[in-house]
């Protein structure tokens, strides 16, 4: 028998079927997440059938989206979906306390080697803590919720391995925005993505997140970091306790192909509109004046996103002519932030903090686009209509070019220009 990866063992330990050979395994799950848009899609039709939830302390629901409502028509969706949740007695109800999947990563429900399903496709960030996560549509979400059981098809893996120095001006954004300059938005289509990181010194795990969360956009159906001492690191401090078991792919594992990633060799890249992957290096992407630079979403906002901007930032103005919004991913975040002291750093240059939510990522609230707006996001898209109006253009890049453009006032090859990266 040859090797396995990684999603090969965790599909394995989870089944509950009795044939291996079979292209759909059923499996049990270790967690279901659901947030508040594409929950309350299901709702009548759960409870219509007299179902209950299959494992209360399992399933963590959060209001991200609508939080805190900006109109009539989603405060009553808000409203339907607390009530389902309270009624439902699940354990983890996390009220107004940021965005769905950095609150998953906060929480001891994903672990090295569990398998996690969510009702939005960003459910895969939790592949950077050695978690099989993956999005699934409400109809499969309503079937798991009261059965904890789904079905998945054996997807074949793409290793990635990642070595040498990612640069001080770089991030885990410009080495999934590489990627998808590589691959493609289809390019990893229904495969599992495998990190294994060869990186000295080693991704942070913030950066690993911000991959894992991005390889849905390269079509992927997990992104996961094969776990290592920064992961029982991080998990330890999160949990009190060191994680139980890594699930580590076998030496002799299948790949379909091998992807080698020299982070030395980054440079600061931007998505230009309509794709994630029309990738370009800042070197040499147009000079493009913007109204709009957001810092923030699930795929960023995060602690070292918001570091990266108050250093760019400290002792200067955003240019008059930008709008610079700032949303930390979770309300913890933003408490650290505060206690760093970025928070004021951040508002005294002219950025606005709004509240931990979606926001503007889904075009929602908080700083939707009109139709001349042009933005500079840390969001992980920028289809057309995205962030808001039709006519409306949105760019992708990391922190630090954000933060960048926000004071120059401009899209620019020159954003780093007498910079010497680290």
């Keep these: ?89 699940v354990k983890h109800l996390m009220l107004d306390r940021g965005i769905c999947h950095q609150l998953l990563v906060e929480s001891s429900l994903c672990r090295p080697g569990s398998l996690i399903v969510g009702a939005d496709s ?30 998945l098809r054996r997807p074949a893996t793409i290793r990635v391995r990642l070595r040498g120095k990612l640069s001080s001006q770089c991030s885990g954004r410009d080495i999934v925005l590489r990627l998808l300059f590589e691959l493609g938005e289809s390019g990893a289509q229904y495969r599992t993505l495998e990190f294994h990181d060869a990186s000295e010194p080693r991704l942070g795990q913030d950066d690993r997140f911000a991959v894992a969360n991005m390889a849905v956009e390269l079509g992927a159906k997990f992104g996961v970091f094969v776990p290592d001492e920064v992961t029982v690191a991080y998990c330890t401090r999160r949990d009190g306790a060191a994680p139980t078991r890594l699930v580590l792919p076998d030496g002799d594992a299948v790949y379909e192909r091998t992807l080698d990633l020299d982070l030395s060799e980054l440079r600061p890249l931007i998505a230009k509109p309509w794709s994630p992957a029309n990738v370009c290096t800042i070197d040499e992407v147009e000079e493009v004046p913007i109204s709009v630079a ?83 996001s840390t969001s992980n898209r920028n289809f057309r209509g995205r962030m808001g109006h039709w006519e409306s253009r949105t760019y992708l890049a990391g922190a630090r070019t954000v933060a960048r453009a926000a004071l120059l006032g401009r899209i620019s090859p020159r954003l780093y220009e007498g910079a010497r990266p680290s």
């Excluded at 989870?14 to 049990?28: F, L, S, T």
């Design 1 to 89: 028998m040859s090797g396995r990866t990684i999603s090969d063992k965790v599909i394995d330990a989870h089944a509950v079927d009795d044939d291996p050979e079979a292209v759909y395994r059923r499996v049990r799950i270790d967690a279901l997440l659901g947030h508040d848009a594409t929950t309350a899609l299901l709702i009548q039709e759960f409870e219509g059938r007299g179902l209950t939830v299959w494992d209360r302390d399992r399933v963590m629901l959060t209001n991200d989206h609508f939080s805190p409502p900006a109109t009539i028509e989603r405060a009553d969706i808000s409203n339907k979906f607390l009530r389902f949740a309270r009624r439902s007695g």
């Design 122 to 151: 960003h459910t895969i960030m939790g592949g950077g803590v050695g978690a099989c996560a993956t999005g699934m549509g409400s109809t499969d979400i309503l079937f798991a919720l009261a059965t904890g059981m789904t079905w």
């Design 294 to 376: 957001f810092l923030g979403s699930c795929s960023s906002g995060r602690l070292s996103d918001i570091r990266d901007a108050a250093q760019e930032v400290e002792g200067k103005a955003v240019h008059p002519s930008v709008r610079f919004i700032v949303i930390p991913a979770s309300v913890d975040v933003f408490k650290q932030a505060l206690r760093e002291g970025y928070v004021a750093t951040l508002t005294e240059a002219g950025a606005i903090f709004n509240h931990s939510s979606c926001g503007p990522c889904g075009g929602i609230d908080k700083g939707v686009l009109g139709a001349e707006d042009v933005c500079i």
